[in-house]
Every structure is written in structure tokens, then in C-alpha cells.
């Protein structure tokens, strides 16, 4: 029984670790495509990536707006850019959580 809870857990981290790589490796890549810089305004934003697939609406103060588009979602306070991320490729990856 203990060496089943040993294996078990041995493959679990070894999960952990290459979900962790898959991010590690995803950051790499988008490092190397344009991503919305820090300080951007919105209609540059959008004028460089297109029209977001949803703009979520502004919430707490100062406002902060998310902007989602297919690969990366875009966060704005007021209307300049304050962080842009990945999303996640698949449910199964550990990366931001999904707003409640």
C-alpha cells in the first residue's frame, strides 16, 4: 500500500512539473510574439490586435478592464494597459483562474 501512495504521488508532481514546463515554455514563445506593452493605450491596443473577443466590463476603483482576446487577455486601468497574460491552452493547465 505505501509503495502504491508513493507512485501515485511521484506521477502526480511528475504532472505538476510539465503542466509548469508547458507555461514555462508558452511564456518563452510569447515573449518572442507582441504582446500589448505596459502603458499602451486601449485604441492603440486594439488598433495593433484587432477588436477583443469580449470587454468585460470596469470594475472596483481605480476601474480595471479586461479586455479577452483568443490567445492573451489585456488589462487596463482607466485606458492604459497595466498587464497582459497567456490564457490557459487547455482546462487542465495551471495558469490564471477565471474570474468567479
Known amino acids: 500500500m505505501k509503495r502504491v501512495l508513493i ?4 506521477v502526480t508532481a ?5 503542466a509548469d ?5 508558452r511564456g ?12 499602451s493605450l486601449m485604441n492603440h491596443v486594439e488598433a495593433q490586435f484587432g477588436t477583443p473577443v469580449e ?3 470596469a470594475v472596483g476603483e481605480p476601474p480595471i478592464t479586461r479586455w479577452v482576446y483568443p490567445a ?5 486601468e482607466h485606458d492604459h494597459v497595466i498587464s ?3 490564457n490557459k491552452s487547455a ?10
Do not use: D
Not at 72 to 76: C, D, G, H, I, Q
Not at 91 to 100: D, H, L, T
Open 72 to 76: 492573451f487577455s489585456v488589462y487596463f
Open 14 to 18: 511528475l504532472q505538476l512539473a510539465q
Open 55 to 57: 470587454k468585460r466590463q
Open 84 to 86: 497582459s497574460v497567456l
Open 28 to 39: 518563452e514563445r510569447a515573449e518572442a510574439a507582441a504582446l500589448p506593452r505596459r502603458g
Open 21 to 25: 514546463t508547458l507555461l514555462v515554455e
Open 7 to 10: 507512485f501515485i504521488a511521484c
Open 91 to 100: 482546462r487542465n493547465e495551471i495558469g490564471p483562474k477565471p474570474a468567479q
